[in-house]
C-alpha cells in the first residue's frame, strides 16, 4: 500500500492547505512531519516576525543582480541554505524572478534586472545554491507580477510572444537546469485568468519544463474550491482556513473534483518532504559550510556597488584625510533592505556612518542631517533604553485584552516593533510599551510613536501626545511596511534619563496575522529644511571631502505600493547642490533598491550606486570608497535621466488591466527602439581600472572576447555579448543581450572571456520556437552602449 493509499480523503486534503501562516500539516499516519516555509529572497525571517529572531541580512536582489556573477549567486544561494537549517526552515520563499518592466515598480528592490537573461541566469545559480544544501527553493511570482498597484485583481494583457520571450523566460533557465521544489503562483491574472486558476501552471511549466514539484498560493491569492483545484495549484497558504479543506472534500465527493487530482498533490507534497528529509526515511543534504556570513554580506555589497561617475576622485587615500563630512538621513538611518515580505530583524546594522568611522579613526567624521528623507521617526537606539520592570536592555511591551486581562508580558529588545502581527496577540485590543531612555544630546527633541490606533506618549508621568494615526492602503502595506507617524517637540538632558510609556488601542484587525506595528523613536530633524541644508554646506565646506548619502524610504520603496515619482523624496536635490558648491570633492552615494531621478550627477566629482545594501552596508561602502576593495557592479537596470523620457512606465491598471502593448521592447532594447538616452545604460559601470577590448571571435555558438587591464589597479570586468539582426521579418529588439561572463585581471594582463550562446537566443516565439534563417551581428563590449567589438554568426 502505497503511502497515499493509507490517507483518507480528508487527511489528503487537510496537507493541501497550511497548518498556519508558515507551517505545513504533519501526518504521523505516514511519517510526514511538519514543514516550514520561510519569506526571503535575502534573509530568512523563520516563522516569526519577533524583532528578537536574528537573522542575516544579505544585500537585495538588484545589489546581487548589479554583481552579473552567477559564482556570488550560488554563493549567496548557499548561505541562504545554511541560515535556513540554522532556522529549522524547509523551503526559502525565492527567489523573487520579476522583472523591472517600470522603474516605478515599488517592489524592484527584491528582483534581479531588467532583462530575462541575466534574471534567470543568477536566479538558477540562486536555487542550486540553496537546494544543494538540503532546503528547497520557491521561484515567484509566477508569472507577470511586475508592479504592485492592484496586485491581487489587476490583470496583465500580455501577447504570447512577449509572454514567452521575456516573463516566461526569466523562470526557464530556473525551472528547466535546476529544478526547484516549489514555485509561488502570483495574485495577478493573465489574460484574463487568476494565476492560481491559469493554464501556464500546467504549460509551459510542467509539460514543456518538466517542474515536478509544489505549486504554492502566494499569501491569500487563492480564492476559489473548484477552479484552483482543478488546475496545477497544489498548495494554499496560509492557513489553517482558505477556499479548500471541507469545501474540497465535498467538491471531490460530488464529482466536481477528480479525486486522482488530490492525489496528484499530495504526491508532490510528499516529493518535497523527501528532498528536504521531512519524510521518515529520507534525509536532507548536508547542510553547507559557508564560513562569515556577515563577511559575505559585506563581499557582495561591494561587489554590487556600481560606480557610474569618477572625476578622478576615488578611491581616497585614507592616510590623507583629516576630515570628512558625512551627510544625509539615509548615512545615519541607512536602508539595507526592501519593505514587507523581504523583511528581516539584523542583529547588527552598519550605517554609512558608522563604516566611514570605523575606517578612519583618526581623521574628524561628522554627520549632518541636511535633509529629511522621510518625516517621522527613527528609533531610539538599543543602547539607550533599559526595560524598567527587568532591567534589560530594551523596552518591556504589555498586551491586553479588551477585560484587560493581560495577553503577554515581556521584554523586547528594539523600540522598532515593526513586525507584531501574530497569532500570539490573540485577542489583543492594547498595547502599553514602557522604557528608560537615556538621551545622548539634551535640548529640544522631537518624540513620536509610529503605528495605527489611538496612541498615547508620556515623558515622565506627563502625556505629551495624545492622537488617532490611521494607515492608508491595504493593511500588509501600511500596517508593517510604512505606518503613519506623530511627534511631539520634549525638553531632553544628556545623560538624565527619563521614562517613557506608549499606550496604543488597536484598530480592528482583518485576521490575526494582520499587520500591527508599534515604534517610539524621535524625529531626526532639529531645525527647518533651509537651516539643515546650511548645516550640511557649512560641515562640507569646513572638511577634505563630502559624502552625501541619498534614497528612497520605506514608504517610496515598499511591497504593496508602486511608486507615483522617480524623483528622490523630499530636498536631497537641494543637498546634493548645497554641498557641491560648498565643497568640489562631493561623492553622492545613492542608497536606493531601483532607479531614481540624479539631475545633479555632472556636478559632483563621483556617483556610486549601493542599492540595499544588507547588514554591513556601512563597512562594504568605506572598503570601496578607500579602494581597499573595487567597485565591481554593472546596471542590471537602466537608469533614466528623467521621468519623461522613460519608455515604459505605467503601472496602474486601467479598467483592472495592465496592458503590456509595448510586447517584447522592455528594459534596454525599449530605450534602444524609442532612441531615447538615458542617464546610464544598461550594463554600465566603471570600477578602478580601464580596459580595452581588443578581439572578437564565434566559432558557431561558442564566443570568445579578449580584453586587456589597461589600467594600474587589479580589476573585474563584465564582458556583455549582445545580438541583433539588421534585416528582419520579426518585430525585434535593436539588440538584446545574448551572453556574459565575468573576468579578473592584473594591470597589463589580457583575459579571454568565453560565452556560449544559447540556442533560445536566436529564436523567437511564433506559436512554437522558431529561428529565422540568416546571418545575426554579434557585438561584444562594457555595455548596451559601448560595444566596440562586432562580427557575424550564420543561424539557422
Partial sequence: MTLIEKLTLEQKVRLLTGADTWGLYDEPAIGLRRMVLSDGPSGIRGESWDDRERALNLPSATALGATWDVD????YGAVLAAEARRRGVDVVLGPTINLHRSPLGGRHFEAYSEDPLLTSRLAAAYVRGVQDGGVGACPKHYVANDFETERFTADVVVSDRALRELYLAAFEDT??????????????????????ENAL?????????????VVVSDWWAARTTEPAARARLDLVMPGPDGPWGDALVKAVRAGEVPEEAVDEKVRRLLRLAERVGALDGFAAAAPPVVGDGAGFAREVAAAGTVLVRNENELPWDAAALRSVAVIGHNALAARTQGGGSAHVEPERVVSPLDGLRAALPDADVRWMLGAVVQPGIEPLPLGALTDPVSGEPGVRLVARAADGSVVLDENRRTANLSRLGSARLGATTTLELTTRYLPAAGGA????????????????GAVVLATTLVHAGEEFGGGLVAPPSATAEVELTAGTPVDLRVTVELPPRENADSGVTLVLGADLATADADTELARAAEAARAADVAVVVVGTSAEVEREGADRTSLALPGRQDDLVRAVAAANPRTVVVVNAGAPVLLPWRDDVAAVLLTWFGGQEYGHALADVLLGLVEPGGRLPTTWPATEAGVPVLDTTPVGGAVRYDEGVHVGHRAWLRAGAEPAYPFGHGLGYT?????????????????VRNTGTRPGKHVVQVYLSRAESAVDRPARWLAGFAVVEAAPGEAVTASVRLRPRAFEHWDGGWRTEPGTFTVRAGSSVLDLPLSTEIVAG
Fill in 72 to 75: 556570488l549567486a550560488e554563493r
Fill in 175 to 196: 525551472v528547466v537546469d535546476e529544478r526547484p521544489w516549489m514555485v509561488m503562483a502570483a495574485y495577478n491574472s493573465v489574460n484574463g485568468t487568476t494565476m492560481t
Fill in 201 to 213: 501552471l500546467g504549460s509551459p511549466l510542467c509539460d514543456e519544463w518538466g517542474f515536478d514539484g
Fill in 445 to 460: 527633541t522631537r518624540l513620536g510613536v509610529a503605528g495605527a490606533g489611538t496612541v498615547e506618549l508620556s515623558v515622565g
Fill in 690 to 706: 580601464t580596459w580595452s577590448f581588443d578581439e572578437l571571435a564565434a566559432d558557431g555558438r561558442d564566443v570568445t572576447v579578449s
